[in-house]
């Protein structure tokens, strides 16, 4: 398999599983066991569209037990004699040599996944932002010898590109070094939110400059945030951001003689 291969470095490797585990896109190409009429090859691909049951293959890396997953879309890009080009988005840990396979048997003539690429990962697509290993060890050969660091921005991106997907919720400076120590958000620390916040779904909590402060578990939804003036709207689960950045704001026991 070729294409979108997401890679994190230093903090940013805190993000790359949400990166992994998000929705994907792959280009397939398909080689059937007989010649099939191509209307009936169509017919059959949108059988596969929605919630689909899947059995990993013998050749993988986790439990053969039937998964429940779901193609969000799927469509025939190409067909000739033998060959179908497909482009599938779909769940993550969707096996396209099983998805393949399960054509073949709809078809009645077999079939067998011959060609794959990644498209697409989360957030990250198969555009002018992919470079290749090549391209990177060029950029940073630059930015070592002649200190230049235009080339090596271009090639590294930032952490914030990773959760470029997720809905977000932004926080007041007086928020974000308590969130940096780990302090689940509260609503007095909310300064504006996007309108695709859902309970127990991931959220990027990001400063009002638009930096990543870490990842949370929305408690809310969108429309309850807005309204609450105390309480807790989400949990953290990854802090990216180092302490200290910001100023402190918040105050400890031990700062305020509590017990």
Not at 100 to 124: I, K, N, Y
Request: overall charge positive; glycine content about 6%; charged content about 25%.
């Amino acid at each position: 398999m070729t294409g979108v291969l997401p890679v994190g470095l230093a903090e940013s490797t805190k993000v790359i599983g949400n990166v992994v585990h998000s929705v994907k896109e792959y280009v397939m190409v398909v080689q059937l066991h007989e010649n099939i009429e191509k209307e009936k090859i169509r017919e059959i691909v949108n059988y596969f569209k929605g919630q689909i049951y899947q059995k990993p293959p013998l050749r993988s890396s986790v439990k053969r037990t039937i998964r429940v997953k779901t193609i969000y879309e799927i469509e025939v890009l190409d067909s000739q004699d033998k060959y179908i080009l497909l482009r599938v988005l779909c769940d993550p840990g969707t096996y396209m040599r099983k998805l393949a396979h399960d054509m073949g048997l709809l078809l009645g003539v077999g079939a067998h996944m011959r060609e794959l690429r990644r498209t697409r990962t989360g957030p990250f697509r198969e555009d002018e932002t992919l470079v290749t290993l090549q391209e990177l060890n060029e950029a940073l050969y630059i930015w070592r010898t002649t200190g230049k660091d235009s080339y090596l921005r271009r090639t590294v991106l930032p952490v914030e590109v990773s959760t470029a997907h997720l809905p977000k919720i932004l926080i007041l400076d007086t928020a974000v070094d308590a969130i940096a120590h780990g302090a689940n958000l509260a609503a007095p620390g909310v300064a504006a939110l996007t309108k695709n916040v859902e309970a127990n779904k991931t959220v990027a909590i990001y400063t009002l400059k638009g930096e990543l402060v870490a990842l949370g578990k929305a408690i809310r939804n969108t429309e309850e945030i807005v309204k609450m003036d105390k309480g807790i709207v989400a949990k953290t689960k990854r802090v990216v951001m180092p302490r200290g950045v910001y100023p402190k704001y918040w105050k400890t026991k031990e700062s305020t003689g509590t017990q």
